[in-house]
C-alpha cells in the first residue's frame, strides 16, 4: 500500500513558478514509477510528467515540456514537481500517482495509488 499526500499548491501569477510536492508512505515506493496529472473543471484527467522508479528517465506532455521537472527523492521517499512559465491554461487539481510498475509509463490504468490533489490556480 502506498500513501501520498500533495502539497505546494496555491494562487500564481502568469509567468510565475510553483513547487509541487507529493509525500509518499509504503515500502514500495522506490520500485514504482510516479506521475503528475491534472484536472481542470469540466476537463478528463490528463498526464503532466512522469519519472522511473530509480529517477533515471522521465516524460512530459507537450503542453509542458521545458517549463516543468519532476523530480524524485527515494530516500525521503518524495516526489517533486517544478512548474515554471506557469499559464493561465495550466489550472487545475494536480494529482501524484503510484504506478504499478518501475518503469516511466503515462496511462491513467497503470497508476495504482493516487493522491487527493492540490489546487494550481494561475492568474493572467
Known amino acids: 500500500q502506498v500513501q501520498l499526500v500533495e502539497s505546494g499548491g496555491g494562487l500564481v501569477q502568469a509567468g510565475g513558478s510553483l513547487r509541487l510536492s507529493c509525500a509518499a508512505s509504503?515500502?514500495?515506493?522506490?520500485?514504482?514509477?510516479m506521475g503528475w496529472f491534472r484536472q481542470a473543471p469540466g476537463k478528463e484527467r490528463e498526464f503532466v510528467a512522469a519519472?522511473?522508479?530509480?529517477?533515471?528517465?522521465?516524460t512530459y506532455s507537450d503542453s509542458v515540456k521545458g517549463r516543468f521537472t519532476i523530480s524524485r527523492d527515494n530516500a525521503k521517499t518524495l516526489v517533486n514537481l517544478q512548474m515554471d512559465s506557469l499559464k493561465p491554461e495550466d489550472t487545475a487539481v494536480y494529482y501524484c500517482?503510484?504506478?504499478?510498475?518501475?518503469?516511466?509509463?503515462?496511462?491513467?490504468?497503470?497508476?495504482?495509488?493516487w493522491g487527493q490533489g492540490t489546487q494550481v490556480t494561475v492568474s493572467s
Open positions: 500517482a503510484a504506478a504499478n510498475l518501475g518503469g516511466v509509463v503515462t496511462a491513467i490504468p497503470s497508476y495504482t495509488y
Open positions: 519519472i522511473s522508479s530509480a529517477g533515471a528517465y522521465t
Open positions: 509504503g515500502r514500495t515506493f522506490s520500485s514504482r514509477a
